[in-house]
C-alpha cells in the first residue's frame, strides 16, 4: 500500500489565516517593539555586568559549574570576558533583504511542494519567517525536508553527506519525482517557484523557474542574488554532516563563518588577502632569489671592476698619448714658425739701425786703431826692457847668494880647525878598544871543538841509517793504513747505507711526508701548491695554512670521535687554503690560479674572512644541556689545530656549533627544538651527530617559520685516521737497516783487527824513534858549535876592518894645513863675488832709467786711446747695443730654420699618420685643431683690419712643452697600468648589462611588491577590524551560552602570515578539571560537539546575513539540562523582530520548554499506514478539539 502523507498546514485557507495573522502580528509589534528593545537591552547589561569571575587555577578548581563563572581570555589576550570591554565598539547588526510586509525576508522559504521524493507521495507546506520547529518520529521524513531545500535550490548532493547520485532522492517503486520550492522575492517582485524534475532513470534533472525552463546555472545565479547559503555548514547542517561541524579546520570555519555572517565583503577582502598574499610571498621570494644573483653578480663585478677600470684607463691613456703625438708636431711647427717671423722682422730692424751707426762713427774708429797700434809697440819696447832688468836682478841675487855660500864655508872651517885636537884624542882611544875586542874574537875562533863532537861523514853515515829504519818501519805501517782505510771507506760507505734506509723508514713514520704523498693521489694540484707555498714562505706576510688536511688531527685520546667529526667537514673543505689576511689569499690566486706558477693551469681552493668574533654565530647548546642531551661535547673540542685556522673552523664549518655524541639514546625530537631556537645573529638550526647519524637541522625563514630536519648516514672516516706504513716498504726498509747495520758492524771488526795487527810494530816503531832521537841530538850538537865559530870569525873580520879604517884617517897637523889652505881660496872667492856685484848694480840703475822713460812713453799712449775709446764707447754705445742684438737674432733666425725644418717634417709626418689613426682620434685631433686653425686665421685678419680680436672662449691654446708634459705623464701612467685581458672587459660590460636588466626587474617587481603590499594594507584595514567585531561579537554570545550551562566556551581568532591559514578556533571546557580545549572531531564527545555546534550557530544567527538556516538533529546526545537552555536559547534568538527564517528538526522534545508566538511548529505525519483525514485543516488546535471532543463523547456514551 503506498505510502500517504499530510502537511499539518496544507490547505490555502490555512495560508490566508496565516497572512492575517502576520499583518496583526506586526502591527502589535509596533506597539511593544520600545518596551521589548528596553527589555532586551536591560537583559544584555544583566549579562556584560554580573558579578566579577575570580581567576583561578583550572586544575585546582573544584567548585560546581554553576557556582562561578571562569574568566575567558578574549581575542586581545585580555583576561575579560569578550564583548564587555567598555571602549569596545559595538558590532552593528547585519542587516538581511528588507523583510516584506507578509514577514518574509527576500530567499526565504515561503512554501515546499514534494512528489515521489524519499519517503514522501506527496507533500505541500508552508514554513513560517521565524523558526520552523519540524518535529516527528524517526524515519518520517524529517531530514528529508532538509534534502530537499539543498537538492531543490540547485546546491550539490554532496553537501547533506548522503548519496551523491540525484536519482537514488527518487521515491523507491516510481519512475520520476520534482521538488517545488517557492522562495520570497525581493520587495515589488513576485515570488521565485523553482522546480527540480528528477528521474529514478537518470542522474540528470531540469530546473523551472516561475513555469519557465531554466538552466541550473541560472538557479545558482539567483541564489547567489537572495544569498542563500545551503552549502555553508555555518548556515545549513544537514543530520550527516553535524559531526563534520567539529571535525571542520580552523581555517574551514573561519571562511565559512564569513560567508553567513559579518560584513558581506568579509570574504572578498580574505580572498584578496590570500591571493594577495600568495602573489606577495612569490613576488618576494623571487625578489629574493634575484637580488642575491644581483649581489652575486656584483660581487663578481666588483671582483674584477679594478682591472675593468684600469683596461678602460689604459685605454683612454693610449688614446690620449696618440693624440698628443699628433698635436705635439703641429704645436712645435706653429711656435716656431711665429718665432721665426717675429726674429726676421727684429734682425731685419737691428741691421737698418748697425748700418747708420756704423757709417757715423767711422773716423773715431780709425783714428782708436792708430793708437792701438802704437799702444802695442810702446807696450813691447816696454816688456823688453824690463825684461832686461829683471835679468840683471837675477844675477845681483845669485852673486849675493854665492857670496852668503862662501862666507857659511869660512865659518866651518874655522870650526873645524878649533875642534881638531879633541877629535884626534877620541881617535886614539877608538884604536885602543877595537885592538882588544879583536883579540877576543881571535881567541874565540882559535877556540877547539868539545870532545866527542861526530864529524860530518859520521852525521852522514847516520842519517843513512836512521832513513834506512824508517824507510823500513813506515812501510810495513803504511801497509797496514792502507788496509784499515779500505776499511774506513768500506764502513763509511754502509754507514751512508744504514742511515739513508733509517731516514727512509723514519719518512714512514712522519705523518706529514705520509699525508702529503696521499695527497698526491688525492689530488696532485693541491699538494704541488702545497710545496710552492713551503719554498715562498717569504712572499706571505703572515703563516698560510696548508690545508685543514695537512695540518688538522684528532687529539690523541679522541680518536673513537674520528668518524662523526669527520662527516662535519667536507672534502673540498679539507683542502682548502686558509689565509689570515687580505694580501696573503690574493698573493696566492695570483700566483697560483691567475699566474700558473706550478706550469699548468691550477685551481685551488682558497679562504679568508675578516676576523670579526662578534658575527660569530654562538653555540646552541650551554655545555649543561649537551650533558642534559647526552652528547660528548662538540666537534672543535676533539681537533688540534694550529691558532690561525680556528677561524675557518667556527666561521665557516661552524665545529663549534656541531654537537657529537657515540651515544645513540638521544630524544631527536628535543634536541631539534633546542638546537632550532632563534638568536638575534641567526635564525636558528644547527647540526648534530649521534652514533652514525648526521642531523641537519634547519628553521624556515618564511611562513610559519617550520623546523627541518635531514639526516645522512656517518661514513668511515678516510682524511683525520693516523696513516698507515705500506707493509712491503717498511720490511724492504728495515731489511736494508740489518743488512747495513751488519756490514757496519763487520767493517768495524776488520779495522779493528788491522789496528792489532799494527800494534806488533810498537818496539820497532820505538827502536826507530830513540835512533831519530840521538841522530837529532848529535845534528843539533854539531851545528851549534858550526853556529859559534862562524858567529867569531864573522865578528873578528867586521872589528879588524873598523881598526884599519880608523888607522889610515890623516892626522891633526895635515888636516890644520888642509883646512888653513881652503880658508885662503875662500877669501879670495869672495872678493871676486864683490867686484861683479858692484858692476851689476851700476847696470840696473842705467837699465831702470830707459825702463822708466819707456814705461812713461806707454801711459802717456794708452790714456790717450781709453779717452778715445772712451769717447768712441761713448758714441759706439747704441751701435754695440743694436750690433749685439743683430748676432743674437741672427744666430736664434738660424737656430730656428733649422728646427723649423724639422717641426716641418714632424708636422707633415703627423698629418700623414693622422689619415691611419682610428676615427675618436682623428675627430678629437680635428676638434682640437681645426678651432685653433680658424683663430688663428680670424685673428690675423682682426690685426691686419683693426677690429675686435675673435674669443678664446674653447680654443687649446697649451704649447708644445705642455703638451710635451701631459705625454710625459701619460706615459708614465701607461707604464704604472698593468696590461688586461680584454675578455675580463667584455665579461665585465656583459654582466653589467645583465645586472642593469636584472636591478630593472628587481625595480618593477618592488614597485608590484609596494602595490600589493598597498592592497593587502587596504584589504586588511577593512577585513580584520570587521572580522574582529564579528568574532567579537559571535564570542560573546557564545561564551554567554557556555556560562548559562555551567561550562566555558570562548572564540579566537588565530592569526598567522599566511592570510590562508588565518582560522577561528572554538575553545569548550566541559569539566572543572579541565583547561579550555580546541574543538576537534575526536577530543570532545558526540554530545559535547553538537552541544558547542548548536551554540555557535545560535551566536552566529544574529550577525547572519542568509535568509534562512537550517539544523537537523542538532540535539543528540545532549543531556536534558543542555537540551533545554538550548531549545530555550534558540526560540530567544530566532524569534526576535528582526531574525531571520530558522529550521530546527528534531525528532523530540523535552516537556515544559519556553515557545514564542513567532515560532511555527510543523509536524511530520508520515508512513505506510494512516488514519483517513476526516477534514482536518491540519492545525494543531482544532485536532486537539476533535480529540477533546471525541473523549467527551466516550464518556457520556458510559455514563448512559
Known sequence: M???????????????????????????????????????????EQDGEGEPDEEQDDEGEQASPRGSKRRRTNGDGDSVPSG??????????????????????????????????????????????????????????????????ALGLNFPPQILGRSNELNSYVKNGTSSGYIEIE???????????????????????????????????????KMNELNVQVGNLCSFLPQDRVSEFAAMTPQELLRETQLAAGDPNLTKWHQTLIAAGKDLRALQQTIKTEEDSLKQMKERNEGIERDVQRYKERKRIERAIELLQLLIPVAQYREIREHFLEAKEVQRKWHERVKILQERNAPAHELLKRYAQDYKNAEKERDHLKKKTQEKFKQLKQKNQASLALEQEAQ?????????????????????????????????????????????????????????????????IEDFNEKIRAQVNIKADHARALEHAQKALAAQNNVDVQKLEMLKKWDKDVADAIVWVRDNRHRFKMEVIETPFMRMAMKNDCRKWTNQVEACIGAGQMKTFVAQ???????????????????????????????????????????????????????????????????FLTKELNLHRTAIALNTRIDVNRVMDIVARPSSLHPGGANFVYGSTMNIVTRSRYGRRAVSNLTR???????????????????????????????????????????????????????????????????????????????????????????????????????????????????????????????????IIHEQQRCTVVGLKYLQIAANKAALQDLCDRKDEKYQTAL??????????????????????????????????????????????????????????????????????????????????????????????????????EQYEKRKRDIEQLEAAVAEKKKREERTLGQIKNAKDNWHPALQKLVNSIGAKFSAAFDRIGCAGEIRISENEDYEKWAIDILVKFRDSEKLQLLTAHRQSGGERSLTTILYLMSLTEEARAPF?????????????????????????????????YFLITPKLLPDLEYHARMKILCVNNGEWLPEERNLSGRMCDMIDGYLARQKGSRSAKDL
Request: hydrophobic content about 30%; overall charge negative; some cysteine.
Open 412 to 476: 866651518n872651517l874655522t870650526e873645524q880647525l878649533s875642534t881638531l885636537k879633541d877629535e884626534e884624542k877620541a881617535r886614539a882611544k877608538q884604536i885602543r878598544v877595537l885592538e882588544g875586542e879583536v883579540q877576543r874574537w881571535r881567541e874565540e875562533v882559535a877556540k877547539p871543538p868539545p870532545e866527542g863532537l861526530a864529524s860530518d861523514e859520521e852525521i852522514k853515515q847516520a842519517s843513512k841509517e836512521l832513513q834506512d829504519l824508517k824507510r823500513a818501519v813506515g812501510e810495513k
Open 713 to 843: 648516514d656517518v661514513q668511515n672516516a678516510r682524511n683525520l685516521t693516523a696513516p698507515s706504513i705500506d707493509p712491503a716498504v717498511k720490511q724492504r726498509l728495515d731489511e736494508a737497516v740489518a743488512q747495513a747495520s751488519t756490514q757496519l758492524g763487520l767493517a768495524e771488526g776488520s779495522i779493528k783487527e788491522l789496528k792489532q795487527a799494527m800494534s806488533a810494530l810498537d818496539p820497532e816503531k820505538e827502536v826507530c824513534d830513540e835512533k831519530e832521537e840521538r841522530f837529532k841530538a848529535m845534528k843539533d850538537e854539531k851545528m851549534k858549535e858550526a853556529k859559534r865559530l862562524g858567529t867569531a870569525k864573522t865578528k873578528l873580520s867586521s872589528k879588524q876592518e873598523s881598526l884599519a879604517g880608523l888607522r889610515k884617517l890623516p892626522s891633526a897637523e895635515q888636516k890644520q894645513k888642509k883646512l888653513q889652505k881652503q880658508l885662503v881660496s875662500n877669501a879670495e872667492q869672495r872678493m871676486e863675488f864683490a867686484k861683479d856685484y858692484t858692476i851689476l848694480v851700476h847696470n
Open 2 to 44: 503506498p505510502r500517504r502523507s499530510t502537511a499539518t498546514d496544507g490547505s490555502p485557507r490555512r495560508v490566508k489565516e496565516e497572512r492575517v495573522k502576520v499583518k496583526e502580528e506586526k502591527r502589535r509589534k509596533a506597539r511593544s517593539e520600545p518596551e521589548e528593545e528596553e527589555h532586551q537591552q536591560d537583559e544584555q
Open 884 to 985: 749685439k742684438e743683430y748676432n743674437a737674432v741672427k744666430k736664434a733666425n738660424e737656430r730656428f730654420q733649422r728646427v723649423k725644418e724639422k717641426s716641418k717634417a714632424l708636422r707633415d709626418r703627423s698629418r700623414h699618420i693622422l689619415d691611419g689613426v682610428e676615427d675618436d682620434v682623428r675627430d678629437a685631433f680635428e676638434n682640437i685643431e681645426n678651432p685653433r686653425l680658424q683663430y688663428d686665421s680670424d685673428l690675423k685678419k682682426a690685426l691686419e683690419d683693426g677690429t675686435p680680436l675673435p674669443s678664446k672662449e674653447g680654443i687649446d691654446f697649451r704649447t708644445a712643452d705642455e703638451l710635451d708634459a701631459e705625454l710625459e705623464t701619460q706615459r708614465a701612467e701607461l707604464e704604472m697600468n698593468m696590461n688586461t685581458n680584454p675578455g675580463v672587459v
Open 183 to 221: 522562495l520570497k522575492g525581493p520587495k515589488g517582485k513576485p515570488n521565485l517557484v523553482i522546480r527540480r524534475n528528477i528521474s529514478s532513470a537518470s542522474k540528470s534533472s531540469s530546473f523551472s523557474l516561475n513555469g519557465h525552463s531554466a538552466t541550473g546555472a541560472e538557479i545558482k545565479n
Open 581 to 647: 689576511c687580505k694580501e696573503d689569499v690574493d698573493t696566492l690566486n695570483h700566483y697560483i690560479n691567475d699566474e700558473g706558477c706550478l706550469g699548468r693551469k691550477v685551481r685551488i681552493t682558497t679562504w679568508w674572512r675578516a676576523h670579526q668574533p662578534e658575527t660569530l654565530i654562538p653555540p646552541p647548546m650551554s655545555r649543561d644541556e649537551l650533558k642534559e642531551q647526552n652528547f660528548d661535547g662538540y666537534a672543535l673540542d676533539y681537533l688540534d689545530y694550529p691558532a690561525g685556522l680556528e677561524w
Open 1109 to 1141: 538556516s537550517l539544523v537537523d538533529e542538532i540535539n543528540q546526545g545532549m543531556d536534558q539540562r543542555a537540551e533545554r537552555v538550548v531549545h530555550n536559547s534558540m526560540v530567544n534568538v530566532t524569534c526576535q523582530p528582526d531574525s531571520a527564517q
Open 84 to 149: 564587555t570591554q567598555d571602549d569596545e565598539p559595538v558590532l552593528p547588526r547585519v542587516k538581511t533583504l528588507p523583510r516584506g510586509d507578509d514577514g518574509y525576508i527576500p530567499g526565504s522559504i515561503v512554501r515546499i511542494q514534494l512528489h515521489n521524493f524519499v519517503t514522501y507521495d506527496y507533500v505541500q507546506f508552508f514554513p513560517g519567517p521565524y523558526l520552523n520547529m519540524i518535529i516527528g518520529p524517526n524515519g518520517t521524513g524529517k531530514s528529508s525536508i532538509a534534502c530537499a531545500i
